[in-house]
């Protein structure tokens, strides 16, 4: 009986070690699971990147809005009141910030504006994307990089803020606005 329960005992001490392995997520997968809200800066640029966890995400540039639902893209125009449609045109070109289908190939320390970050490095094959965090895990900013130019920077984005403080409707498509003939793809 007492070799039976020691089994046992063994077999759930195992379990319990494999299940928390398995559990384990890079620092980067955590904080994008956490957070459906960033507020950021590409160049002068500055605008909010939302996420709603369902495959939709929206960039917010205070003149309009992209808004992307799976292949479908909305360029919404705020000042004309115009919406474009477009399938399997136009992506999230700034913010690639996703790294589904990725592979995490290193972590450590690095260099981002003047500060020495805790990093992650993550690659496919043809995009390498460096995340920089600071001490309590929340992402300042990341760098991309094309891997047919590895010398050259393709984006680097600083992250302002960040939390969970999605506006009501930012991922709808205004009913009201004229649909530009020719955009739709």
């Not at 002068?44 to 990147?49: E, G, Q, R, V």
């Not at 043809?126 to 600071?134: E, I, M």
């Not at 992402?139 to 803020?161: A, C, F, I, Q």
């Not at 930012?170 to 606005?177: G, I, K, L, N």
Request: charged share 30%; glycine share 12%; with cysteine.
């Amino acid at each position: 009986m007492k070799r039976i329960l020691a089994i046992l005992l063994a077999c759930i001490l195992t379990a319990s070690l494999l299940a928390a392995c398995g559990a384990s997520k890079s620092k980067m997968e955590a904080f994008y699971v956490k957070y459906g809200h960033l507020e950021m800066v590409i160049g002068d640029t500055s605008f909010d990147l939302y996420k709603d966890g369902k495959g939709r995400d929206a960039e917010d540039y205070g003149w309009g809005r992209y808004v992307w639902d799976g292949d479908t893209c909305y360029m919404i125009d705020y000042e004309n009141k115009t919406v474009q449609v477009s399938v399997d045109e136009y992506f999230p070109e700034d913010i690639y910030i996703d790294v589904g289908g990725m592979r995490l190939t290193g972590s450590g320390k690095g260099m981002f504006g003047g500060a020495l970050l805790d990093s992650e490095t993550f690659e496919d094959e043809d995009w390498k994307q460096t995340y920089y965090f600071d001490g309590n895990g929340g992402l300042k900013g990341y760098v991309v990089v094309d891997k047919e130019e590895p010398e050259e920077v393709y984006k680097s984005l600083e992250v302002l803020s960040y939390d969970n403080n999605i506006p009501k409707g930012v991922f709808d498509v205004p009913a009201d606005y004229e649909v530009i003939e020719g955009a739709v793809g």
